[in-house]
């Protein structure tokens, strides 16, 4: 490795310095050499002039990005962290449905089996996300704009061939296809494709292929599998 030295040529005070240009030289040797006035010599090259203002803003720059970079590789151990104590506690079944609930329940069912058998999934699956996402309420719309019984974004929607994202057939439809995308995506990872779902397949990317350390993503992935063991329950009594 080449020899490094720095030669900083100050003429006045540190004051005055911080307003200076700054110059990088590259000797024949390989030595680097940072002045704060031109520098002369054949065996010298220019590599670059900043000014110190420009420096500071690099530098801090730099550091952010490193801040970033740790943050996002502890988020990643905390990911894998959360996902493995929610393997544990998400097989406790919920509540099972009752109420006015049962009633709209029933109302989709058919609409519910019809869209699971025609992406290859479990109607139970189907019917867990619906809970966990909309109660079974056709007309639901969250803050951020999701709709319908599976709430779906407009994007999604308009993604898997969705017109009417209001209309249960085809929102349950929409919503089933993307469950079939995610799950293939994920190699039927069911928490996996749960976490995209919530989050978008493109964060469960970001984090290695763990679930999001978001407590809303954590959350949902956990509600939904206890509706789905409530769900199977209920299939074999």
Not at 138 to 145: K, Q, V
Request: glycine share 6%; net charge positive.
């Amino acid at each position: 490795m080449a020899a490094f030295s720095a030669i900083w040529l100050m003429a006045g005070a540190f004051a005055s310095f911080a307003a200076a240009d700054v110059f990088k030289y590259v000797d024949t040797d390989g030595n680097i050499y940072f002045s704060d006035e031109p520098l002369a010599g054949e065996h010298l090259r220019l590599e670059w002039k900043r000014t110190s203002k420009r420096l500071v803003a690099d530098n801090k720059k730099q550091s952010e990005a490193v801040r970033q970079r740790q943050q996002e590789a502890m988020a990643q151990v905390k990911a894998r962290l959360d996902a493995r104590s929610l393997s544990v506690s998400a097989a406790r079944p919920s509540a099972p449905v009752s109420g006015s609930m049962s009633v709209r329940r029933a109302r989709y069912r058919d609409l519910i089996e019809d869209s699971a058998a025609r992406y290859g999934l479990s109607p139970a699956l189907v019917h867990a996300v619906i809970r966990t996402e909309s109660a079974y309420q056709a007309n639901a719309l969250s803050n951020a704009g999701a709709c319908g019984l599976m709430q779906l974004m407009p994007q999604t929607a308009t993604r898997f061939g969705v017109r009417n994202i209001w209309d249960p057939e085809e929102n349950i439809r929409g919503g089933s296809a993307y469950l079939r995308f995610l799950l293939d995506l994920f190699d039927g990872d069911l928490r996996l494709a749960l976490a995209g779902y919530n989050a978008g397949e493109n964060a469960v990317k970001k984090y290695d292929y763990q679930i999001p350390p978001y407590r809303e993503t954590q959350d949902y992935v956990q509600r939904v599998l206890r509706h789905l063991a409530t769900e199977r329950l209920a299939h074999r009594s």
